[in-house]
């Protein structure tokens, strides 16, 4: 059997100029291009200000870390989330619910599951263990029985 060697630290990015990784270098890059761009366009003391201003995005976004992540995931997770809040319904059974409620009730409604004993779903996970060698019960009824929960099952 032949070996291969498996890539480990796949999520550590390649450093080209000292510790600075080529990510990095372009996000500061632009970053000093548009202080370029500023200093053509305004008079100093704006060049200053607005240079100071960029600098420091530019290195949030290039070097700032949220729990391993680098910092523009978090935001497009942020402005993601913010856009599309997930529905929360709650219903006070004390009031009368409108029919926006309900459709949205149903909806969003729990979907209910078929109690299986405990000895049948033994039975039903040494069926699927065999691969359907193993029948189960061998009256007709629980044949069926059997492949009704198979269809059922979800993986």
Known sequence: MQQFTVPQFIDVEDKIIGPITARQFIIMFFGFMVMIVCYKFFDFSLFLGSSIMIFCVSG?????????????FF????????KKPKK?????????????AKKIIKEYAPITKK???ASRLSELALIVDTSGAYRGETNAQADENVKENIKTVNF
């Open 88 to 100: 929360r319904v709650w219903i006070n059974e004390g009031e009368n619910i409108t029919e926006d």
């Open 115 to 117: 109690h299986i004993s």
């Open 60 to 72: 949030v976004f290039a070097f700032f870390k949220i729990n391993g992540m680098p910092f523009h």
């Open 75 to 82: 935001v497009l997770n942020f402005i993601q989330t913010s």
